[in-house]
């Protein structure tokens, strides 16, 4: 079986407040977009579950997501024969794109199918929260407000037709660091998140941009300058807008013209802050 495990963005971040368990509350709207990951999974002779990838650095052990993921469905000792799973990487890793979250989001879909487990999609949102609050919404995937840690998610009408542009510098950057860093004070900006949701109901690209923004990216830009560099690029090639995603470093733009979205990413090439450029666009599931 061989599944497509997408990445997405956060057209807006908000984040209203630290729990007593230490968890941060966001109000966020997410897009998913067509970068993905391939993860092929097939049954083998050797119990267990095996994991290959074509990107050195990544685990292939049980801190993959992908192998936490199978193994709460069956018990790894119950798995003979065995699965392998072998992730073609295109998402950025530690980039504010989730796809880790999305890879472990097709290992429940795989595992479920291929074992015949017949459990519904909102039981698999269930274990799939219990591993990482990005993975139920990965599940879902498509237009969608998040809120609490990102776990209670509001399904939304499909973004307006646009061109994005991904752009993600050589760093990588920790959601851990980030959120400890971010000062909850009298400075923070906040994106309009119930502006936002109402413009994509209403489909006004128009009305979508001003509203849009993300709370995380000062400090994240703190840490990595070459965000606010590749944002004012963007702007300067031809961007409705550029904002950084998640806990980045990833920038995305939002383009209405393809063309003018190839030509930033070839500027954008020569800069050299980027060292991944992807031209995409919004994806929505079938209903």
Known sequence: ??????????????????RPDGYHEVRMVMQTVRMFDRLTFTRTAAPGVRIASNLRILPT???????????????????????????????PVAAGMAGGSADAAAALIAANRMFGLGLSMDQLMEKGLALGADIPYCLMRGTALAEGIGETLTKLPSCPDCIILIAKPPEGASTRQIYQNLVLDDSVQHPDIDGLCRAIERGRMDEMLPCMGNVLEPVTSALCPAIRRISARMMECGADKAMMTGSGPTVF????????????????????????????????PAA
């Open 1 to 18: 079986m061989q599944l497509r495990a997408m990445g997405k963005i956060n057209l807006g971040l908000d984040v209203t407040g630290v």
């Open 61 to 91: 052990g049980s801190t993959n997501l992908v192998w936490k993921a199978i193994t709460s469905l069956v018990p790894e000792e119950q798995l003979n024969p065995g699965i392998g799973v072998f992730i073609e990487k295109r998402i």
């Open 253 to 284: 733009g939002i383009f209405r013209d393809r063309g003018i979205a190839e030509r930033a990413k070839q500027v954008l090439l020569k800069a050299g802050d980027c060292a991944i450029v992807y031209v995409t666009s919004p994806f929505t």
